[in-house]
């Protein structure tokens, strides 16, 4: 039986786009047939005049971990480093020493707990990222949890993060070429590629290896770019057309010329700069340079986010951008940075019903309050999978 639902009384819809006033949404078997006609159908829902715009979709997470790292807060207040944590027994080392010794169950119970979270913030879709492994067995123990995961829309990427104790960044590049770029290839685990490409982490020609070559295995590169230095790795995604480029802190408008030339999304993290305390990237220049903007959280045990809507709001009141350029980057051209524009990330007709309904009278309230969760129901692919208890 064909499954139909029709969403009425919508005050203010966001498309992806632009912003719609007074209409409704058709929706057939989980999929969006019309915008603007009221068709026959027993399952009604009454938006009762709230705003209504796509599920945020969350195109860069390390959502997968053991472990926090509130006991780095203290050191942050003070004024020390990412660098300097990391040297202290912080940082990503002390999360893969914990993610290592976690078992998969335990992983993907942990995991799930903070999709929860995302999806009853407003996140239907998310990129998620392995990297806290750094071993054949362990990354691929992360990326079978990651291939696990439901409720919503979830797409695996391999990341090259650190370098393994023990281990120089050439002798794990080799690990990576040689055995983990093929097995995830054969077992079909990852969509993506990515590399942290840093002064202490990866150059621009190890980075472009590992990339490369995971291209050649058919898994898209993306690059951790810029973060605390500017030493070619968002060039480097030109030259390589990487999907995206994510971070950008210190990315010069070179750089971002090229980017824009070569088509790579500039994903922008802005809870990153917000917990470390350092400059915002400038969201404006990139986007007068031509490239087009995403945002994501970046979830990650030194930046522990689930909610879009702060990044929205980060995005306006730290990187001026406005709320309709804001959404859409953290809608639509989010879905662009992970390659599933043609399903979610706007709602058009033939795309996944994946809808808020958020207790907020137009796009601008998302951006202009500050912390509280303004969504009152999550439907996925047609369904509701989250409602607030109002
Ligand atoms: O994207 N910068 C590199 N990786 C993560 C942080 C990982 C961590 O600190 O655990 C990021 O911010
Ligand atoms: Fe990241």
Same mark, same amino acid.
């Given at each position: ?60 997470? =390390? #959502? /997968?971990?053991? &472990?926090?790292?509130?006991? $780095? ?5 003070? *004024?020390?480093?990412?660098? %300097? @944590? ?74 090259? =993060? #650190? /370098?393994?104790? &023990?281990?120089?960044?050439? $002798? ?5 070429? *040689?055995?983990?770029?093929? %097995? @995830? ?49 968002s060039?480097?995604a030109a ?5 995206s480029a994510?971070?950008l802190?210190?990315t010069?408008e070179?750089s971002m010329e090229k980017m824009a030339k070569a088509g790579v999304i500039a994903t922008l ?12 990237p400038n969201a404006r220049k990139m986007m007068k340079a031509g490239l087009k903007i995403a ?30 350029e804001?959404?859409?980057a953290?809608?639509?051209n989010?879905?662009k940075a ?53």
């Amino acid at each position: 039986m064909l499954m139909s639902l029709l969403i009425k009384n919508i005050g203010e819809l966001f498309d992806g786009r632009r912003i719609i006033r007074n209409t409704c949404i058709y929706v057939e078997d989980g999929i969006i047939k019309s915008i603007g006609k009221e068709e026959e159908t027993d399952e009604i829902i009454d938006a009762k005049g709230k705003f209504i715009m796509p599920g945020f979709v969350d195109c860069h997470t =390390h #959502a /997968i971990f053991s &472990g926090y790292r509130d006991f $780095e807060l203290e050191w942050k207040i003070d *004024g020390i480093s990412y660098k %300097e @944590i990391a040297e202290r027994g912080g940082g990503i080392g002390y999360t893969v020493e914990q993610t290592k010794k976690a078992s998969k169950e335990r992983l993907l119970r942990e995991t799930m707990k903070r999709v929860k979270e995302m999806i009853k913030h407003g996140t239907t879709t998310a990129e998620m990222k392995s990297g806290y492994g750094l071993d054949l067995e362990n990354e691929m123990k992360m990326l079978e949890v990651i291939n696990k995961i439901d409720k919503i829309d979830v797409i695996p990427t391999f990341l090259v =993060h #650190a /370098i393994p104790a &023990g281990k120089n960044a050439d $002798e794990y590049i080799e690990e990576v070429i *040689g055995e983990i770029i093929p %097995e @995830i290839a054969r077992r079909k685990l990852a969509k993506f590629i990515d590399i942290f490409c840093e002064e202490g982490y990866f150059n621009v020609k190890q980075s472009e290896r590992v990339l490369v070559e995971g291209k050649k295995y058919g898994m898209t590169p993306k690059i951790h770019a810029d973060e605390f230095s500017c030493i070619g790795c968002s060039e480097l995604a030109a030259e390589i057309y990487a999907v995206s480029a994510d971070h950008l802190l210190m990315t010069d408008e070179k750089s971002m010329e090229k980017m824009a030339k070569a088509g790579v999304i500039a994903t922008l993290l802005p809870a990153v700069p917000f917990v470390l305390n350092t400059p915002y990237p400038n969201a404006r220049k990139m986007m007068k340079a031509g490239l087009k903007i995403a945002l994501a959280t970046d979830l990650n045990p030194n930046c522990y986010v689930t909610n879009m809507q702060f990044i929205v709001q980060l995005a306006c009141y730290k990187m001026k951008m406005k709320p309709i350029e804001a959404l859409k980057a953290a809608t639509l051209n989010a879905a662009k940075a992970i390659k599933m524009d043609h399903l979610v990330g706007s709602i058009e007709e033939g795309k996944k019903a994946d809808l808020l309904i958020m207790d907020s009278p137009s796009h601008s309230f998302i951006a202009y309050e500050i912390g509280r969760n303004m969504v009152s129901t999550v439907i996925k692919s047609g369904k509701i999978i989250w409602q607030s208890e109002e």
